[in-house]
């Protein structure tokens, strides 16, 4: 059976898929080149990411990211295929497909001016799933999404200031 059925196993064509969002926002005084200088280095993305220190990340040969731009994160076991599907001066996307669990979704990362020389970045997950399985993440689940995007924030902004 080819991978791209195998979804429909674990969820069944009459279940409905929602998106579930996780969002998590922070504010600073680094300007979005400096910040997407660090999102965009995908081959370094294990050194600064939480729970990113056993993925081995394979770019194509050009590794200079673009729209449409494709890569794969590696773990033992599992796997992500990634795809750029946004690419502005004020925003990144990207597509991903895991294969274990089989899950599909996007994250965005976006940043708009405020005053004072400040931006504010908001990242944004969106991971679809069932709606069955939407309707039972406890809070405690919940949470801990909430918990890592925001990690994932502070440990990306803490690479950008350190990078000059």
């Given at each position: 059976m080819s991978q791209q059925y195998l979804p429909w196993i674990l969820f069944p064509a009459c279940e409905i898929m929602k998106n579930?969002?996780?969002?998590?926002?922070?504010?600073?005084?680094?300007?979005?080149?400096?910040?997407f200088a660090?999102?965009?280095?995908?081959?370094?993305?294990?050194?600064?990411?939480?729970?990113?220190?056993?993925?081995?990340?394979?770019?194509?040969?050009?590794?200079?990211p673009h729209l449409n731009y494709k890569f794969r994160l590696r773990g033992s076991v599992v796997f992500a295929d990634m795809q750029v599907i946004e690419?502005?001066?004020?925003?990144?996307?990207?597509?991903?497909?895991?294969n274990v669990p089989p899950l599909t979704g996007i994250n965005r990362c976006s940043i708009r001016p405020?005053?004072?020389?400040?931006?504010?970045i908001d990242r944004i997950d969106t991971i679809d799933l069932p709606k069955v399985v939407v309707g039972v993440l406890d809070?405690?689940?919940?949470?801990?999404?909430?918990?890592?995007?925001?990690?994932?924030?502070?440990a990306l902004l803490r690479t950008a200031e350190t990078r000059s």
């Open positions: 579930y969002k996780i969002s998590a926002i922070a504010t600073t005084k680094i300007p979005p080149e400096r910040i660090v999102l965009d280095d995908f081959a370094n993305w294990p050194t600064w990411m939480p729970s990113f220190d056993r993925v081995k990340v394979d770019l194509p040969a050009n590794p200079v690419y502005t001066p004020i925003s990144r996307a990207t597509s991903f497909r895991i405020l005053s004072h020389g400040r931006y504010r809070a405690t689940q919940r949470a801990r999404f909430a918990r890592l995007a925001q990690e994932f924030l502070t």
